[in-house]
């Protein structure tokens, strides 16, 4: 069905396609039972103290305002990341800032945030409840004066909702948000919102979503807060704002954050990394370019005991899911391994 709707949908703006697709999903009316694959139990994983079906996420941004998770998680992904959420209601940059690069299999954005905010978002939660496991992708509104307290916003109001908080300060497209990278700034972050976690008395998994474009010796900064600072799964990684030059695509020179392909090994490299440097005291979870069982696979072999896609899924739709655990099962059988964990880390 999507190869029949596929030229239409990639003939029309990207963002009108995209809203087609979020209105669509909301009446989705397709049984979970359709995304299952034979041997999925070959891809369960145990992490964050929950029970992932399978280690395939839709990656923060698809559904920023948390209006189709429930839906997204039935078309077979192990869990669903919504957001990035600010406190207030905000449209972003202007338009157009989406563009298909079909002939890298990439996206470049710059929508800088577009979501409905905090509390019509946290109610739509309320009201929809949850039929997997979901992630809250918290961030600062781009007109606050105090970006700290719009992290420390989000996580009080997500924390009793979400099964994960996920504190983005890795998208390209809001001014200053990539400075929490700095040791000292990142460190006073994690501070304030350990403290909040302290006053609720929540032990809510934080995630950390970092940059692919920090340079080599910021790795060991973050991991070394990272570390000291209760973080229990570092998100590598976002966007990218280079590696342009060997792009095909006429919208290549476009301001904003590259997804897809392009990103794939670079995101990977970064895995290797950290996971070299985590030494086993936090998981990653590796996102960038997956569209296959290969590229997932080489991910997890790099080091990441979950995944996550964005771009993946709007070059391969629906079925995106089922599509790459098939292909995953099929190498880990090739492979002569039993469970997903068996693989994670053994490249490196
Ligand atoms: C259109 C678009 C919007 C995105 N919005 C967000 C966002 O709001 N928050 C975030 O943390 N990441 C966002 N991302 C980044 C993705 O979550 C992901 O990290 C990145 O696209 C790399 O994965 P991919 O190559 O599978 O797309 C966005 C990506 C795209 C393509």
Redesign the pocket.
Known sequence: MFSILRPFLFNID?ETA?DLAIKSLKFNPLPSKMFEVEDEQMLKIHLLGKNFPNPIGL????D?SAEAYNSLLRLGFGYV?V??ITPLKQFGNPKPR?FRLKDDY??I?R?G?N?DGIETIKNRIKSDGKKGILGV?I?PNKETKDQKNDFCLGLKNFFDIADYI?V?I??PNTEGLRDFHDQEKLKDLLLALNKIKKENKTDISLLL?VSPDIEDNHISEIVDVATNNDIAAI?L???TNVNRDNLKSEFKKEKG?L???P??QI?TNMIKKFYKQLNGKIPIIG?????SGKSAYEKIIAGASLL???????YRGPSTAKDIKKELIQILKAEGINNIKEAIGKDV
């Not at 990656?59 to 698809?62: E, I, L, R």
């Not at 996102?287 to 569209?291: E, H, L, M, T």
């Open positions: 990207p995209h990656a923060a941004g698809f920023k990341e957001g990035t989406v990439a996206l954005n929508l945030f979501n992708n961030g996920t983005n890795s998208s979503k998100i990684t976002n966007t954050g997804s897809g392909e990103l794939q995101s996102v960038g370019g997956v569209n996550q896609l964005y771009t993946g899924f709007i």
